[in-house]
């Protein structure tokens, strides 16, 4: 280990730009621990702490600034030692790009006048402050906090509504603008469709699908979950709705919803009326008679929505590949299944996803069970135990208080995994993974130990566990779509093609006597 | 070039105007530039128009610094409130508005102070910046996370010591604080002047003993670099930024909202500066509201 050190006497730097240099010190190549610092008494005893002192050091004076490198050999001391020197040239040079941290909106909004959104995450309590502040500074919001209370929301978008501007949220996890996906979102072609959603993976599935069929996204306006109840009153659907309705890129509209309260469906559909495009309606479990009355197209599932907006859009459907179901791979599951074996357990990261596969099994079974049903007879009383035909939306409140959500850290769905794979009476276990920014690296990869291992278990109790997984990404996605695939199908997990395909093939698996 | 002074510290305006300043530059940043005083040896700070009023301060009506020509070293003299720089630039302080640092009253309501700790507290512990008093989850470097152990580790025995009235024991601690911690003025000055702004508020509880204060202002001299030392003498006496008079201000009288904008500009100052201050000034208040009246120091 080698370790060079450089003492610039009378040497002084703001405290801004020596945490920088600092910062960058450490992220050269080869760099094993660099230290920036004022050569104080105590600073010297840090680094006598830590090793690091040298006779030169310990000669430094208050004023003198301290540089030492530490890495493996001489030759990468001294090659770092040349970047951080760099780095102390670069610093006068304002002409570059480089990242800065404003400590407010305002300052921020200061300098850099030509920023039109703000993307904020804070603590819920100081949310709806930090929005105001951008909203007051003619920035567009996307909030991704939640705990903010709804009549801080409403004020908020009511503030936006009368300054012309989005406010996207609070509770708000998703959106692409300007082609750049913000928080969880996936890598998608540039096109004519404009998406606004208030079911955050429910709109990555549209926007991932009307990709696949070759479409793409002018962009993916996110409203926040409560957008659509009777108190909130859809503001930044119908504001989202009049946005893409005057941008001249957008040739189609998508909207995209959890059931909506039905004094502010007939809103959003009074809208449609108005709307000089042609808007797709996907409200899931919605009717198709009232939005095909307002002049919509009605989508029962997500990937019809997504055809039908690649369809208004202008391709041709019959040049489309569909991905119809594979009916000879449903017959070849229901005969390896027992007939014990009737129940499909679904253990979703996405809310909507797990809607969505909730709702097609319900077309078929009564006994469906949820936390998040809607009926309440069938909403789970004991978030431990399934019962039946149960989806559980892994990352609701209920099982995120005080956790990751499970798009990020996936422990909690992998013991429940394990806990249903151990069930004689579960038929097949329905997973989504999901890939794109935000998201856990290797969603599958993290899986696929608890996948072999569920598996061996059934096979030495003598029955066929079918698992079936949709990764939902795009061949832009990272990490790549293909490898987590191929890890899935490698460890003999059936792929659904899509969030709709994985419900029905799921509803399929477990019928019996068709 | 001619720039006036929008505002600028009494007792420095004062100075100026009697034609008794002679110095040079000491040290030139993107929005400060400092002037060391022939006389008095002190440093003394012409600041951009971005930057709030100060101890030993003038602000003026200028954006940027580096378009001036200024080197360290260059002369500097003063005739009739015009502060002359070399032959580069001419400062005019006429129109100067005075500032002067006062210190508002130690907050009498109790209770609202209480909620105002935790709401600091919460708020900065949401919005500090890390890497000094505010440790960082994941700190990048061994010598970043012994730093931060040390910060945490002084500021408790100081503060303990103080609550005990050990007086020998808290200068040491304080001391062991001085000079300790990254960025131009260390983490350990930085909070430190927030401590002494609070116990120097008159009506504070918590009585620090000039002795003490002055031990700590004559040891720092050694222990840390010049800029930071005059930041660290200046709080001694009470003397501090108007940034943390409009803070203290709020606590004092202010509403939920002005505390919180009064905070956020503390927050902003430098680096992890304004948090590492905000955190004193916690210190300070926890110490009062749990110390004050009954403790004080003494030599032991």
């Known amino acids: 280990m080698s370790i060079k050190v450089v003492i610039k006497e009378s040497t002084y730097f703001d405290s801004v730009s020596l945490m920088s240099l600092s910062t960058k010190a450490n992220q050269i190549e080869g760099v094993e621990q660099a230290v920036i610092a004022m050569g104080t008494e105590m600073n010297k005893e840090v680094l006598r ?149 208030a079911s955050g993976t429910g709109s990555q599935e549209v926007s991932v699908r009307i990709h696949d069929f070759g479409g793409g996204i002018t962009q993916l306006i996110g409203t926040g979950g409560r957008d659509l109840s009777e108190q909130v009153g859809g503001i930044m659907m119908l504001d989202g709705m009049k946005a893409l309705d005057e941008d001249e890129a957008t040739k189609v509209i998508v909207l995209i919803s959890k059931p909506p309260a039905p004094s502010v469906e007939e809103k959003v559909l009074a809208q449609i009326k108005n709307c000089k495009k042609p808007v797709v309606v996907y409200f899931i479990g919605g009717e198709e008679t009232a939005v095909v009355a307002a002049g919509g197209h009605f989508a029962k599932t997500t990937k019809e929505a997504a055809l039908k907006a690649v369809v208004l859009a202008g391709a041709n459907e019959d040049e489309l590949n569909k991905r119809p179901l594979n009916w000879p791979l449903i017959e070849e599951v229901r005969a390896k299944l027992t007939p014990e074996q009737k129940y499909i357990r679904g253990l979703f990261c996405g809310g909507t996803l797990c809607d969505e596969a909730m709702y097609l099994a319900m077309d078929t079974y009564e006994d469906v069970y949820s936390n998040i049903q809607k009926k309440p007879e069938y909403k789970l009383k004991n978030l431990h135990e399934s019962i039946a035909h149960t989806f559980l939306d892994m990352g609701d409140d209920d099982f995120t208080n005080g956790k990751p959500h499970p798009m990020i850290d996936p422990s909690t769905r992998i013991a429940r995994f394990l806990q249903e794979a151990k069930d004689p009476s579960v038929g097949v276990i329905v997973m989504d993974f999901i890939l794109g920014f935000g998201s856990h690296e290797d969603p599958v990869g993290v899986m696929l130990p608890a996948i072999i291992e569920a598996k061996q278990l059934a096979e030495k109790e003598g029955r066929h566990l079918e698992i079936l997984g949709y990764v939902m990404g795009t061949d832009l996605d990272s990490p790549k779509f293909e490898d987590q695939v191929q890890k899935l199908m490698d460890a003999g997990v059936t792929i659904a093609s899509s969030s709709t395909n994985a419900g029905l093939l799921a509803r399929e698996f477990v019928a019996k006597g068709v | 070039m001619h720039i006036h002074a929008l505002s600028g510290d009494a007792e420095f305006l004062r100075i100026l105007a009697s034609s008794s300043f002679s110095g040079n530059i000491h040290s030139i940043f993107e929005r400060t530039i400092n002037l060391q005083c022939d006389q008095n040896d002190e440093l003394y700070t012409i600041a951009n128009d971005q930057l709030d009023n100060g101890p030993n301060t003038l602000v003026l009506d200028i954006k940027r610094f580096h378009e001036t020509g200024l080197e360290v070293g260059d002369r500097v003299l003063s005739q009739g409130q015009t502060l002359q720089i070399g032959n580069k630039i001419e400062i005019a302080a006429t129109q100067a508005k005075e500032w002067e640092c006062t210190l508002p009253p130690y907050p009498s309501n109790i209770e609202i102070l209480k909620v105002d700790i935790a709401f600091m507290k919460e708020y900065i512990a949401v919005h500090g910046k890390c890497g000094g008093m505010k440790r960082n989850s994941r700190p990048s470097t061994p010598f970043e996370a012994e730093m931060s152990n040390m910060l945490l580790q002084r500021s408790g025995l100081l503060r303990e010591a103080l609550a005990a009235g050990k007086s020998e024991e808290a200068v040491q601690y304080a001391l062991g604080l001085v000079g300790l911690g990254p960025g131009l003025t260390p983490s350990g000055d930085d909070f430190l002047v927030g401590l002494f702004s609070i116990v120097n508020m008159p009506g504070a509880p918590y009585y620090l003993p000039f002795h003490f204060l002055e031990e700590i202002a004559t040891e720092a001299k050694r222990l840390t670099n010049e800029i930071s030392y005059m930041m660290v003498k200046k709080a001694v006496c009470g003397q501090v930024r108007e ?35 905000a955190l004193g000034l916690v210190c300070g208040l926890e110490l009062n509201r749990e110390a004050g009246g009954r403790a004080c120091l003494l030599k032991s």
Do not use: W
């Open chain 1, 49 to 197: 702490n830590v090793g690091l002192i040298t006779p030169e050091l310990e000669a430094a004076k208050t004023s003198d600034l301290m540089i030492v490198v530490k890495a493996a050999t001489d030759e990468l001391c001294e090659s770092a030692y040349v970047g951080i020197e760099e780095l102390f040239t670069k610093k006068g040079d304002t002409k570059g790009k480089s990242e800065i941290k404003y400590a407010t909106i305002d300052s921020a909004a200061k300098s850099i006048p030509e920023a039109n959104l703000a993307v904020i995450s804070v603590n819920g309590a100081f949310a709806a402050r930090e929005a105001r502040k951008a909203l007051e500074n003619d920035l567009h919001v996307m909030l991704f906090s939640d705990n903010v209370s709804i009549e801080d929301e409403i004020a908020l978008k009511q503030f936006a509504h009368e300054k012309g501007l989005l406010m996207m949220g609070p509770d708000c996890g998703t959106a692409i603008i300007g082609n750049v996906a913000l928080c969880f979102g996936n890598a998608v072609r540039k096109g004519n469709i404009g998406i606004v959603g």
């Open chain 2, 243 to 277: 940034s943390v008079v409009n803070l203290l201000q709020a606590l004092s009288k202010g509403t939920a909202s002005e505390l919180l904008g009064a905070l956020e500009k503390v927050l902003s100052i430098g680096s992890s500066s304004g948090t590492d201050m």
